[in-house]
């Protein structure tokens, strides 16, 4: 099962949950910083203050890539380091790091693909009112042509924002991430903020070099109603219309969701969506960067199953809540994260976005499978699951390109195992082991197995 030539075959991590060093070379603080030491917002108390130590440790790092035969990295750029504050001009200490790692990447031969937001706002916009206020789009494009003029002639394929539903919902509606505001209006407005500074930093971007590529990345979901009656593909209908549509529509065709708009009605987000909005929200985009890890299936009957933990939608959520949707097993095996695997909903998914939105080059930006695995006694990790996770969704992605959809790379999540949000460290997603206490990397036997299919481009035949 050959993939096309130039697929980029990729791994991704994120600045918060790898680099550490969250004190040095001016970078100021993050609402991550301060949302994990507030007790009991993280599990063990864990923080992103040493996470990997990548920030000293890159260069081992970039090695190991090599090592792997990566074609291109996935990382992102924490806003703190180039801003301390959010405004104003460039810590020059900061944007040096992302030069000195591009540098490396490209000395070995790895297309290095920046993300511009993945979640660490620095703090003094949070306190100045955070993603709810417009104002915070604005600081978010000028931070995204700071970053892009230091690195845009090197660095050819950018992504915006990872995520807004994960970053507007889960840190503003549910409160389970940072900055942990239980706010249903405020995250609604947030999340429209989060694209308009998607669509204001491409603006800029563009402007200054034509010829890169931009997109952002979402995280979508599979979703399946529990049953046929009218109360189940009711409840699909609201899940899919706040996990994917609620984004996807607003970035590809330029308007939300019409049943979506009458579910939020009296939530206030007609207020904040501007004229001219959305023509910005929907410049045109090169790539679409596609997270995915999971399906959901839900139901609307009342009083039928219980409510899973998956969702912020469950009890902040006012127009999806309880009294409309509960999630509900699927009857499938799950990851250590208590995931549902299905890569047959990735295969869906991709169809659906290359039958029902206008073209656009798609990129697996995301997936992977979290576990809370330990080194062996042979001084490896025997990660038979990941590994089968893994086989299973590059086959559903060989489908989709066979069926003529435009997929051009897989990023896995993640290079290294590192500090997984709320989980804190308690869940390993990583190719690579690392030793929390001597930062010893040690690659796994999925690490072994995916240079495998880079180097031979492609999956052996027939199933595992
Ligand atoms: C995604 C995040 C990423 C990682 C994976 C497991 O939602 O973008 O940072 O935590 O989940």
């Known amino acids: ?45 864990d923080t992103g203050d040493v996470a990997v130590d990548h920030y000293h440790r890159y260069r081992e790092d970039v090695a190991l890539m090599a090592d792997l035969g990566l074609r291109a990295y996935r990382f992102s750029v924490s806003w703190p380091r180039v801003q301390p504050d959010g405004a104003g001009t460039a810590n020059t200490a900061g944007l040096d790091f992302y030069r000195r790692l591009v540098d490396a990447l490209l000395e070995a031969g790895i297309e290095p693909w920046p993300t511009l937001y993945h979640w660490d706002l620095p703090q003094a916009l949070e306190d100045a009112g955070g993603w709810p206020e417009r104002e915070t789009a604005h600081r978010f494009a000028d931070y995204a042509t700071i970053v892009h003029d230091a690195l845009g002639d090197r660095v050819h394929h950018w992504t915006t924002i990872n995520e807004p539903w994960c970053a507007a919902f889960l840190g503003y509606a549910s409160g389970e991430h940072a900055p942990g505001r239980i706010d249903a209006a405020g995250s609604l407005r947030a999340a429209h903020h989060l ?201 559903a992605c060989h489908a989709a390109i066979s069926e003529g959809v435009p997929l051009r790379g897989y990023f896995t999540w993640s290079l290294l195992d590192n500090f997984e949000w709320a989980w804190g460290y308690s869940k390993r997603f990583g190719l690579v082991h690392v030793d929390y206490a001597t930062q010893r990397r040690v690659p796994k036997e999925s690490a072994r197995w995916y240079a495998g299919v880079i180097r031979h481009g492609g999956l052996p035949e027939g199933h595992r």
């Open 1 to 45: 099962m050959s993939f096309p030539e130039d697929f980029r075959w990729g791994a991704a991590t994120a600045a918060y949950q790898i680099e550490g060093a969250t004190a040095e070379d001016g970078r100021g603080p993050s609402v991550w910083d301060t949302f994990a030491r507030t007790p009991g917002k993280v599990l063990g108390g």
């Open 195 to 395: 694209m308009l500074g998607h669509g204001l930093a491409v603006e800029g971007m563009r402007a200054r070099h034509p010829g890169n590529h931009f997109g952002a990345a979402v995280n979508l979901y599979a979703i399946s109603p529990a049953s046929g009656v009218d109360a189940d593909l009711d409840a699909a209908r609201r899940i899919d219309g706040m996990q994917n549509r609620f984004f996807l529509d607003p970035l590809l065709r330029g308007a939300y969701p019409a049943d979506v708009l009458t579910d939020l009605e009296g939530f206030g987000l007609d207020e904040a969506i501007k004229d001219g909005d959305l023509a910005t929200i929907n410049q045109p985009v090169d790539h679409l960067g596609v997270n995915y890890y999971s399906r959901f299936t839900v139901t609307g009957v009342p009083g039928e199953a219980t409510q899973a933990a998956t969702s912020p939608f469950a009890s902040h959520s006012p127009w999806v809540g309880s009294d409309f949707v509960r999630f509900v097993d699927g009857g499938r095996p799950v990851t250590g994260m208590g995931w549902e695997i299905d890569e047959s909903g990735l295969l869906e998914l991709l169809s659906r976005l290359h039958g029902e939105y206008p073209a656009v080059d798609l990129y697996i930006t995301e997936n992977g499978a979290g576990y809370d695995e330990e080194l062996g006694g042979d001084d490896t990790v025997h990660d038979q699951d990941r590994i089968a996770y893994l086989d299973a969704h590059l086959r």
